[in-house]
């Protein structure tokens, strides 16, 4: 049982990953937390399900139009209500309450176009079981967990290895000091909002295949773990976002599994706060960069 | 020191004042509604008597509510056609499944708009919430879908014609170990919704009492997406039945996961399994769900078929349980209202209602106990290739 409870953990561990990694590279570049990223990620998973549904695209095509249609809304997120406040520098909670907002908008649009029911990805998505006698893992957790891993690993070689990277890069540093440099910084922010953007929407199709159950308020729950995430793992820290939400999801699994199902976030949110007791910082952030990449 | 003692006099007095003032406005106010209240409450006798349905045709459980606004819509507009029946007014409000909105609509509709009865609010949380407010206001709150415990222990105004979860539940598990006989079994349900926490007592104690050992009872939340931990804890424990006890949406997710991981158990479900959209949205996996309910879609019954194609023509879908017993409680309020005599006493009602003789809707015959409770059968059903039917044998 427990290696099927890990595999059920490090399903559900990397989906809070791949939101968390979104949250933590707009705050490592821009320093606040987009609290309409759960919104984004909710109108991915409906992106993802249109396209499977009425133009019957494979579920990959599905999740780069997701991800196309992410980046799009992050654009337009980013123009909207980030960059007129950044225009007027003011307060770090002015972008915050733009940004619940945005979300706010966004639920109620999904709302007004799709309904409040719950939807799910058609049968022949949810695919089949595969039994390695010590655990059964489905076809569509295989999906989700490589397309999550691969989107990590994916994103830290382009901060680290790339020109544009290194640009991101400097302007979470300093956005004065990059813009000094030639680094175009207006367009690293966009950039980057997009990139968080087209991630959470991957996560949304991801979370849609794996759990089954599509609708506007889904992203709510899920974007609350995700800061819970962002916190565990460091402030803008990449590498932490992950670690972060394979530890949720293993946490909340095996308190489940080894305890009671009625402290499930109790236990889990409650390891948190321990871990943060030790590591202020988040456990891969250090105290001199404030923990950012 | 003198100085100081009367400047801070001037300000209690100051302070005082301003609360003062602010206490008499507050008193205007009440006695201005109170006021508004009786002198129409009591009004003239006229042949349209005003109900209110209170419902939730926004947000989760909107689904529901949809069906119990159809039910009630279509029961008052077959009523008004007819040509000696009391005609009735229906405003339906949105509690928007929230308790504070029940709470506003519930005044709005007693205070504001008269009505001479209240039917719904369709939650039990939402009724526990609105329904100590039209007890208070000697009004009858009516609801149709809530199946919690002590829900007409609110006061002897509310009245309920949803057979409440304790009977349901108890009777499926009692009817099913019956028939399949059963020796083990695992819970699951949702502990923070009132109701799904009274149906696991109920389920505990008719398991006990049928000599059933409960070899795991696990827990979620309404609105949670992932149970595969939960739910390879119990296929581990390997029972011989599942009892799931929450909403269709959570309940969908738990036997299509259920499927999925290989495991064959039947499932006997709480209210949340009766509604065609619990089959649609589990598809092959619903097979094997077993529920008890007082509605019945496929009994042998000319009132059942003539509800089922009416609804079918109006609405272009079929009824769920929901709809049936809105239905079945729009034509108790209007038998209610004859036998009353008066469109708008609010008391007469309340006595006409409770002492309500020989009813017979399309959920079969009714009558309200002592505790004004339904007395009325439950039928236990299996779904089968993706449909209700009569729960059989092995």
């Known amino acids: 049982m427990l290696i099927q409870q890990l ?3 490090l399903t559900l561990g990397s989906s809070y990953a791949v939101i968390a990694l979104g949250l933590t590279l707009v705050f490592g570049v821009l320093n606040i937390i987009n609290m309409a990223h759960g919104g984004i990620f909710m109108i991915g998973a409906f992106i993802g399900l249109l396209l499977v549904t009425e133009f019957h695209v494979n579920i990959f095509i599905a999740i780069l139009g997701a991800m196309v249609g992410g980046a799009i809304l992050g654009y337009a997120l980013e123009v909207c209500a980030l960059r007129p406040l950044r225009r007027k520098q003011v307060s770090h909670l002015a972008p915050l309450i733009s940004t619940i907002g945005v979300s706010i908008f966004l639920e109620s649009v999904a709302l007004l176009i799709w309904g409040p029911q719950t939807r799910s990805f058609p049968t022949e998505f949810t695919g089949s079981v595969i039994d390695f006698q010590l655990f059964k893992i489905s076809t569509v957790q295989i999906i989700s967990l490589g ?19 290194k640009a991101i890069r400097a302007t979470s540093l300093s956005t004065e000091t990059a813009s000094l440099l030639g680094v175009n910084t207006n367009f690293i922010i966009s950039l980057t909002v997009m990139v968080a953007s087209a991630l959470g929407a991957a996560a949304g199709v991801l979370v849609g295949l794996t759990f089954d159950a599509i609708e506007p308020m889904m992203g709510v ?4 773990k995700g800061l819970a995430v962002l916190i565990l793992g460091g402030l803008g820290n990449i590498p932490g976002a992950m670690a972060g939400g394979f530890i949720l999801g293993l946490a909340e699994v095996l308190t489940v599994a080894y305890g009671d199902s009625s402290y499930r976030d109790a236990v889990a949110f409650g390891l948190i706060i321990i871990l943060l007791f030790w590591r202020p910082q988040g456990l891969f952030g250090s105290k001199d960069k404030g923990g950012r990449p | 020191m003198k100085m100081m003692g009367m400047k801070q006099m001037g300000h209690m007095s100051k302070r005082m004042m301003r609360n003062m003032i602010g206490l008499s406005l507050v008193t205007a106010l009440a006695i201005g509604v109170a006021g508004c209240g009786s002198s129409n409450g009591g009004s ?3 042949d349209e008597a005003k109900v209110a349905l209170l419902t939730v045709t926004s947000g989760g459980a909107a689904a529901y509510g949809e069906s119990v606004k159809n039910g009630a819509e279509l029961a008052v507009e077959e009523i008004n056609k007819e040509a000696n029946s009391i005609k009735i007014k229906l405003q339906v409000e949105d509690t928007k499944g929230d308790k504070n909105e029940a709470i506003n609509a519930m ?9 001479v009865a209240v039917v719904g609010p369709m939650l039990s949380g939402d009724m526990f919430a609105a329904g100590p407010i039209a007890n208070k206001n000697k009004t009858v709150v009516f609801t149709t879908t809530s199946t919690a415990e002590g829900i007409t222990e609110i006061g002897d105004y509310a009245f309920r014609n949803a057979v409440p979860e304790s009977i349901a539940v108890a009777e499926a598990i009692k009817q099913a170990h019956e028939k399949l006989g059963f020796k083990t079994a695992a819970i699951m349900y949702s502990n923070n919704n009132d109701q799904m926490v009274s149906v696991n007592k109920t389920a505990e104690s008719t398991l006990q009492s049928l000599g059933v050992q409960i070899v795991d009872s696990e827990t979620f939340a309404d609105k949670d997406t992932d149970f595969s931990a939960q739910l390879t804890k119990i296929q581990r424990a390997n029972p011989d039945i599942v009892i799931v006890a929450s909403l269709y949406q959570e309940g969908i997710l738990i036997v299509k996961k259920m499927r ?26 619903a097979d094997g769900a077993i529920v008890g309910t007082p509605w019945f879609p496929n009994k042998d019954d000319q009132k059942v078929r003539d509800f089922r194609a009416a609804y079918k023509a109006k609405y272009g879908t079929e009824p769920d349980q929901f709809a049936a017993q809105a239905y079945d409680g729009m034509y108790m309020v209007e038998k209610a209202l004859k036998d009353s005599g008066s469109t708008t006493d609010r008391e007469k009602f309340r006595n006409a209602l409770a002492n309500l003789k020989d009813f017979i809707g399309v959920t079969g015959k009714f009558v309200f106990d002592e505790k004004r409770n339904p007395k009325m059968d439950v039928q236990v059903l299996e779904v089968v290739n993706g449909q209700y039917d009569a729960l059989k044998g092995k």
């Open chain 1, 221 to 224: 729950v899920i974007g609350f």
């Open chain 2, 260 to 285: 999925e991981m290989g495991m064959t158990q039947k499932v006997i479900g709480s209210n949340g399994f009766n509604t065609p959209v619990f089959i649609k949205g589990a598809g092959a996996a």
């Open chain 2, 107 to 115: 005044n709005k509709v007693i205070h504001k708009d008269n009505v």
């Open chain 1, 7 to 9: 595999i059920n953990g």
């Open chain 1, 147 to 165: 397309t999550a891993i691969l989107l990590m690993v994916a994103l830290h070689i382009w901060l680290k290895r790339t020109k544009i990277g």
């Open chain 2, 44 to 46: 003239a006798n006229s």
